[in-house]
T-cell receptor, first 115, second 118 residues
Framework: DAGVIQSPRHEVTEMGQEVTLRCKPI?????LFWYRQTMMRGLELLIY????????DSGMPEDRFSAKMPNASFSTLKIQPSEPRDSAVYFC?????????????FGEGSRLTVL | AQKVTQAQTEISVVEKEDVTLDCVYE???????LFWYKQPPSGELVFLIR??????QNEISGRYSWNFQKSTSSFNFTITASQVVDSAVYFC???????????????FGQGTTLQVKP
């Protein structure tokens, strides 16, 4: 079975440009998470969805960031306009929520560099 | 507030040595879940283990073992007879629970970089 698929794997862009990161969760999983990893802040949760509905976006840094999940098999994280401090690795993860606890399965990450 | 502390930033060992990675957590929840993930140099995050707060039984999986102690709020990870391929960053994480469910919101520690030298 395919794991979580993220694209692009690497993105280099200039300050002010719009960036769109994409994620395809594991088929059948109903929870999707966007995490960001930086040296300074480590791994931090940006937003998560249950059954395509955003549940908690308290980790989204500011209005420049937005995330959507139009259907169960696709999500986007958009940054507009991008800034150098947005440079990080962005991970998408999915899980099957419910009782008993579920581990998150992570994609390989999208490394973003904003010049 | 929930918090995970991995006090060891970097550990360096020689192959075949045993090594223990420490993890201390803070939570007010009575039901919670603890995880360990491995991040090899290639960058992906690989799930290693999940433990719920009601199961304090230690677990062994090959060369890996985990010691969960609620009394000290610790969930330590030991690699026996380490190998070069174990070199990676290891993250301990805590998940909040809603009832008996895992919300999936993982709070990660800062990670411990393990270097195993040949």
């Amino acid at each position: 079975d395919a794991g979580v698929i993220q694209s692009p794997r690497h993105e280099v862009t200039e300050m002010g440009q719009e960036v769109t990161l994409r994620c395809k969760p594991i088929s059948g999983h109903n929870s999707l998470f966007w995490y960001r990893q930086t040296m300074m802040r480590g791994l931090e949760l940006l937003i998560y969805f249950n059954n395509n509905v955003p549940i908690d976006d308290s980790g989204m840094p500011e209005d420049r960031f937005s995330a959507k999940m139009p259907n169960a098999s696709f999500s986007t994280l958009k940054i507009q306009p991008s800034e150098p401090r947005d440079s990080a690795v962005y991970f998408c993860a999915s899980s099957l929520s419910g009782t008993g606890g579920r581990e998150l399965f992570f994609g390989e990450g999208s490394r973003l560099t904003v010049l | 507030a929930q918090k995970v502390t991995q006090a060891q930033t970097e550990i360096s060992v020689v192959e075949k040595e045993d090594v223990t990675l420490d993890c201390v957590y803070e939570t007010r929840d009575t039901t919670y879940y603890l995880f360990w993930y491995k991040q090899p140099p290639s960058g992906e995050l690989v799930f290693l283990i999940r433990r719920n707060s009601f199961d304090e039984q230690n677990e062994i999986s090959g060369r890996y073992s985990w010691n969960f102690q609620k009394s000290t709020s610790s969930f330590n990870f030991t690699i026996t007879a380490s190998q070069v391929v174990d070199s990676a960053v290891y993250f301990c994480a805590l998940s909040e629970a809603m009832g008996s469910s895992n919300t999936g919101k993982l709070i990660f520690g800062q990670g411990t970089t393990l270097q195993v030298k040949p």
